[in-house]
């Protein structure tokens, strides 16, 4: 299995942005990687992924036109670029892994997830 890392998390004021990076070590054999967050007493939910091979990308609508996702297939690092913070974007943030491609997976829920990251606090003030 994969192992993940994330960094770049951290408090910052609504409109401000943040970079989070996820370090890919190990075996890398899975057709997409993406980012979850959760919140409080809740699942954790989709919010971006790119396929490692073709770099298709796909967003949640509660992030769509704020955030970017990309890849570093020489560094083996997805980052996520996330812009024009919300208090709302207040949650855990963790890197994911799955060996399932997009014909396979519709949506990409949590249990679909063959590999998780430690997760990065990501802290909005309003």
């Known amino acids: 299995q994969v192992q993940l890392v994330e960094s770049g998390g951290g408090l910052v004021q609504a409109g401000e942005s943040l970079r989070l990076s996820c370090a890919a070590s190990g075996r890398t054999s899975n057709e997409m990687v993406g980012w979850f967050r959760q919140y409080p007493g809740k699942e954790r939910e989709f919010v971006a992924r790119i396929t490692w091979n073709a770099g298709s990308t796909l967003y949640a609508d509660s992030v769509k036109g704020r955030f970017t996702i990309s890849k570093d297939d020489a560094k083996n690092t997805v980052y996520l670029q996330m812009s024009s913070l919300k208090p709302e974007d207040t949650a855990v943030y963790y890197c994911?892994?799955?060996?399932?491609?997009?014909?396979?997976?519709?949506?990409?829920?949590?249990?679909?997830?063959?590999?998780w990251g430690q997760g990065t606090q990501v802290t909005v003030s309003s």
């Open positions: 994911a892994a799955t060996q399932f491609t997009v014909r396979r997976l519709r949506m990409w829920r949590p249990s679909d997830t063959r590999d």
